[in-house]
């Protein structure tokens, strides 16, 4: 469409892919060590707590409270993944939607070596320059969609995928001095990702 003084005016549409995203930090095949976000969160749920305990004092109508701890930060969101072409195996299709969900489930199961256990992997989570921890996965839990695409030999795959995933936070910056009350007024506390990627393209303007 026209601009004001002869210019045309472009969208910038926020892509999450550069900069939002799940590293496997335990993945022994490098080339699939990493989740990129495809859609961004409809929201993020965020939370820590800290917790107290009641010291009764006699004569005291209210106890004292003493600080005990803090529990770990604990990080809920919803990916979806959708299939944006029928054929084929490659980005985007329903064959690779289907790859996302089982590398997201895939992180709460153990890993075994010839007779020794290795416990799920550990994880990095970044989500723009916001929001980022080391973590592993609690939980997830995967919503199936369709239209269901229909291929030779009775195979049928979903269009679409929902994950809710739980992550939760382990180790600290340093385990002599954790992260504190500065470190969180600053936002020193999250990991920020290491992308150059620009994470904006240009909408043309005739769907402005």
């Not at 256990?117 to 980022?132: E, W």
């Not at 470190?183 to 020193?188: E, P, S, T």
Request: with cysteine; aromatic share 12%.
């Amino acid at each position: 469409m026209p601009g004001y003084g002869g210019y045309e005016q472009a969208a910038r549409v926020l892509t999450p892919e550069p900069y939002c995203f799940l590293i496997d930090k335990d993945a022994k095949d490098t080339a699939n060590d990493r989740l990129e976000f495809q859609l961004m969160p409809e929201s993020v749920s965020e939370n820590k707590s800290a917790m107290y305990n009641e010291i009764p004092i006699v004569g005291r109508s209210l106890p004292l409270l003493g600080y005990s701890s803090s529990s770990s930060r604990m990080v809920s969101l919803s990916l979806r993944f959708v299939a944006l072409n029928e054929e084929g195996n490659g980005k985007y299709s329903p064959r690779w939607v289907e790859e996302k969900v089982r590398w997201l489930e895939s992180k709460v199961y153990p890993r075994y070596e010839g007779e020794i256990t290795y416990p799920p992997p550990r994880m990095d989570l970044f989500i723009g320059y916001a929001l980022g921890m080391q973590c592993v996965m609690g939980s997830y839990n995967t919503t199936w969609m369709g239209p269901w695409a229909a291929y030779e030999g009775g195979v049928a795959r979903p269009f679409q995928a929902s994950v809710d995933i739980q992550l939760q936070e382990y180790g600290q910056n340093n385990e002599k001095y954790p992260y504190g009350h500065a470190d969180a007024l600053a936002g020193d506390n999250q990991l920020r990702p290491k992308s150059s990627s620009n994470p904006f393209v240009q909408i043309p303007n005739a769907l402005v």
